[in-house]
């Protein structure tokens, strides 16, 4: 006679969680989109800007193309070594007058390190932190030049997070037939 004695521990290691059925240890899998997401948000821990933080990463056939992250073109210095925004000093509207801004946007910084042929058909998956509270950007979209450079890149849709587990998914067609440079004041 044998006896077995089974002891049955469920571990939480971060966002990896268990559950047990017949006997049978299952993983509950982050599902795709959040899982890109996911990457995005660790990209945009890279950034440099003192008010908000995006992460891009750019996905074609579930692979990772390019990704980038809101700084300072190459060479020049970054708002967070300055230690100053100069938008923030002039009290600029979030949405309005990027000429000011020291920061290439991280959808501009994903795309230009990718080919146009490898992004056609491809996927923009975007995260946004405000810089002082680590909390999400609220309604986070694209600007109106890298909707531009979006469209132009062949990228089919974006997807951007809302908070950790709800996000919204755009297709890009939608930004060629609502043409919001037509009219509008140009921030979102």
């Not at 268990?18 to 899998?29: A, F, H, Q």
């Not at 890109?36 to 003192?50: F, H, Q, S």
């Not at 210095?77 to 100053?84: F, H, I, M, Q």
Request: glycine share 8%; charged share 30%; hydrophobic share 35%.
């Amino acid at each position: 006679m044998r006896i077995i004695i089974i002891f049955i521990s469920i571990y939480k290691i971060e966002n990896i969680k268990m559950t047990i059925t017949k006997g049978k240890i299952l993983l509950k899998r982050t599902d795709k989109i959040n899982y890109y997401l996911d990457i995005a948000e660790t990209v945009l821990e890279r950034g440099t800007c003192l008010r908000r933080n995006y992460g891009a990463i750019i996905v074609k056939n579930d692979e990772i193309i390019a990704t980038g992250y809101t700084g300072a073109p190459r060479g020049r210095k970054n708002c967070s070594d300055l230690g100053y925004c100069r938008r923030e000093q002039l009290n600029v509207k979030r949405g309005t007058q990027y000429e000011l801004s020291r920061s290439v946007h991280a959808e501009a910084n994903a795309i230009i390190s990718a080919s146009r042929r490898d992004m056609i058909g491809s996927d923009l998956y975007l995260v946004g932190h405000d810089a002082k509270t680590g909390e999400y950007v609220e309604n986070a979209n694209s600007c109106t030049m890298c909707k531009r450079l979006i469209i132009n890149s062949g990228i089919e849709r974006v997807i951007i997070r809302d908070n950790k587990e709800d996000y919204r998914i755009i297709p890009v067609l939608e930004w060629i037939e609502n043409d919001d440079s037509l009219d509008g004041d140009g921030s979102y």
